[in-house]
């Protein structure tokens, strides 16, 4: 081979590593964009409380990632209700209607609404005037007439006092083993009979 032939060759060679240097640096340099912009700060905890900032704020990744939640509970928000508190005043109670989604039967249901209760609460209990978080899981509903319609299915009610007691990653990973439990630690809940019947004792443990 020439010596025009071996530094042609050279050269390609040389060309085709800086490339691939290249495409890996501009890879690396966009996972560090993504995770970088993922995990900006939340301006929640010290945001004014309404119902635009409640939604806005649930539509950030809790981090703790339960085995059982509603799908795309995110998306199936249907309506948030601020409530002045009558005890301690510039705080406030939040009620969060959200339609429950796929499910493969009532014990899963219980569970998946658990699972995002658990969630949901974690970021919402970031902002101090939180004092009252009231989920409604909403689920379509058939009347003897054939006519349906959007009605709680599942209701939790948890208060400032539970919340914190609550050590979060904790809890989640006592959840992913019994998830009855944050029904039982909660202020309140109400499951429809028409669901609670079929919910099996063995899988989750509500008493």
């Known amino acids: 081979m020439s010596e025009n032939g ?9 060309s085709v590593g800086c490339l691939i240097i290249l495409v890996v640096l501009i890879a690396i340099g966009i996972m560090f964009f993504k995770r970088n912009g993922s995990s900006k700060p939340s301006s929640w905890p010290t945001s004014e409380i309404t119902p635009e900032t409640v939604a806005a704020a ?3 990744d809790s981090g703790l990632n339960p085995i059982w939640e509603c799908r795309n509970f995110k998306d199936n928000i249907v309506e948030v209700k601020v409530i002045d508190s009558a005890i301690n005043p510039g705080h406030k109670n939040l009620s969060v209607f959200f339609k429950i989604g796929q499910v493969w039967d009532e014990t899963d249901l219980v569970r998946c609404v658990g699972g995002t209760v658990l969630s949901a609460c974690s970021i919402l209990y970031q902002n101090p005037k939180v004092d ?5 899981a909403l689920g379509e509903m058939t009347d003897q007439y054939g006519n349906s319609s959007l009605e709680t299915v599942v209701k939790i009610i948890f208060n400032r006092d539970i919340a914190n007691k609550i050590n979060w990653e ?4 006592q959840f992913n083993i019994d998830p009855g ?23 989750i443990k509500l008493k």
Do not use: C, W
């Open 132 to 136: 009252t978080v009231g989920m409604f």
């Open 58 to 60: 649930l539509k950030e």
């Open 181 to 203: 439990n944050i029904y039982r630690i909660a202020e309140s809940y109400h499951i429809r009979n028409g669901v609670l019947r079929y919910v099996k004792p063995d899988k």
């Open 6 to 14: 071996e530094k042609k060759q050279k050269t390609k060679a040389t």
């Open 170 to 173: 904790g809890f989640v990973e």
